[in-house]
């Protein structure tokens, strides 16, 4: 205690630090690091796994306070490898998450990019709505996957390519039963059908309700690793939900699941111009 208040004393006696603006800039963009980190830590399976290394950390720390001196020796030899084996296995967090900080939309909204399936209509999500109650009705099992901010290349590499122009009869014929491409799930980018009968990763969630088939589990699963909005039209009940988010919205009618779609997926009407395009064109008038 005593060596903490002549710390205190110290630093206060040098007088007020000098603060840069440069100060200020570091500590907000280590600031935004960390919260994205957290925040993505939290979002994903690592969250347990992070509490596993704190309690390791703890005994580490006791250790290190009585001087056992073999566990010190081995977590010093350890700690290296253990860096490379962290990369190695959480590789495909890792991947997503730098996938979710491109998809963010700072940059995009600075220089005015275009987002993913910007192309969505209230007319595509009235279609999505209308085939998937006319599917419920015919007790035919659906899977339509919703491309938002990030893009879903690589589960259409999964599937066969369709590219065609978005209606209800489409999608009602895709997954009518046994035809070719019933099977697996559908993408959806804009107001085209991009690719059907294409794989997606199962949730692991144990959480989830036990009556929930396996086109429930790829639907929880897309919005545990991607930001896109999936429907579900159950096989089974006929029921239709909607996962987005880590979310599960079931039982919709087509009214509620059109009214959804329309909230999450179609685009904003831009009330204002982007700021690089705002600001070339202030710099033109400036010159004239």
């Not at 205190?8 to 630090?17: D, L, N, R, T, V």
């Not at 599937?159 to 799930?185: K, M, R, Y």
């Not at 096989?235 to 087509?254: M, P, Q, V």
Request: glycine share 8%.
């Amino acid at each position: 205690m005593q060596a903490l208040r002549e710390l205190i004393q110290k630093y206060f006696s040098a007088g007020i630090p000098h603060v840069r603006i440069a100060d200020v800039v570091e500590i907000l963009i280590l600031a935004f690091v960390i919260y994205q980190v957290i925040s993505w830590i939290r979002r994903t399976n690592t969250w347990a796994l992070l509490k596993g290394a704190l309690v390791l950390g703890g005994m580490v720390l006791i250790a290190n306070i009585f001087k056992m001196n073999t566990i010190l020796w081995l977590v010093e030899n350890i700690f290296s490898v253990g860096l490379i084996a962290v990369i190695v296995i959480f590789q495909p967090e890792i991947r997503r998450a730098l996938e979710q900080m491109g998809t963010q939309g700072i940059l995009g909204d600075l220089f005015g990019a275009q987002r993913a399936g910007s192309g969505f209509t209230p007319d595509v999500a009235e279609a999505i709505a209308r085939a998937a109650s006319e599917m419920g009705r015919a007790r035919t099992g659906a899977l339509i996957v919703i491309e938002r901010k990030m893009g879903l290349a690589e589960y259409e590499r999964t599937g066969i390519v369709v590219d065609a122009f978005l209606t209800s009869q489409l999608l009602v014929n895709i997954f009518e039963h046994n035809t070719p491409l019933h099977d697996g799930a559908v993408i959806v980018r804009g107001d085209r059908v991009s690719a059907a009968t294409c794989y997606l990763p199962l949730s692991e969630n144990r959480s989830i309700s036990k009556d929930l088939g396996t086109r429930h589990r790829a639907a929880m699963g897309m919005s545990e690793v991607t930001d896109s909005v999936t429907v579900v039209v159950s096989e089974e009940t006929g029921k239709i939900s909607l996962a987005c988010d880590r979310r599960f919205y079931r039982g919709l009618s087509a009214d509620e699941l059109k009214s959804e779609l329309v909230r999450l997926c179609v685009p904003e009407p831009e009330e204002k111009r982007k700021f690089w395009k705002g600001w070339l064109s202030s710099e033109k008038k400036a010159g004239k």
